[in-house]
């Protein structure tokens, strides 16, 4: 197999919001289940999970509403871009998360998509709580005190 040109843990896809809306309190590498038109159109960089979510279905763990575009070559056997992707996690690690979500009142974000070493896509699922518009703003302010910081830091040497 060919070496990755791009070096390893090629992010794909990057939700950036996720920290903004959400408090991380866990993060979880999963494995997807993908088709290879998934797999190819992945490689070209294009999916978003701005607004997918991870949840249980039964006794496994899914990723909805994550875009991955269709495989321009792959003619009449290509992918729904939309569906839901089965997630790769260990027993013990969806009955934590399972539990978190029904009992405690978390949420499971997907954080990012990425290709690991081997080449296999990963996600990095996030277990959160969702923010409040106060901690927004604390948030929003400390972001900008440290940028504030920095700028003062390189002025004086």
Avoid at 24 to 32: C, K, S
Avoid at 69 to 76: F, G, H, I, K
Avoid at 117 to 127: D, H
């Amino acid at each position: 197999m060919a070496k990755d040109s791009k070096g390893a843990n090629r992010v794909v896809a990057d939700n950036r919001k996720a920290r903004f809306n959400y408090e991380i309190v866990d993060t979880y590498e999963a494995g997807i289940a993908l088709t290879g038109t998934e797999v190819k159109s992945l490689r070209s960089g294009k999916a978003t999970i701005g607004e997918a979510y991870a949840g249980p279905s039964g006794e496994e763990f899914f990723l909805f509403n994550a875009y991955i575009p269709e495989y321009l070559q792959a003619n009449r056997f290509n992918h729904e871009t939309r569906r839901p992707r089965r997630l790769l996690l260990h027993k013990r690690q969806i009955d934590r998360l399972i539990g978190a979500t029904q009992r405690e009142g978390f949420t499971v974000i997907p954080l990012k998509i990425y290709f690991n070493e081997r080449g296999r896509a990963k996600v990095e699922l996030g277990l959160g709580r969702g923010k409040k518009l106060h901690d927004k703003r604390e948030t929003e302010k400390q972001r900008s005190w440290n940028r504030e910081k920095a700028r003062l830091m390189r002025e004086k040497g």
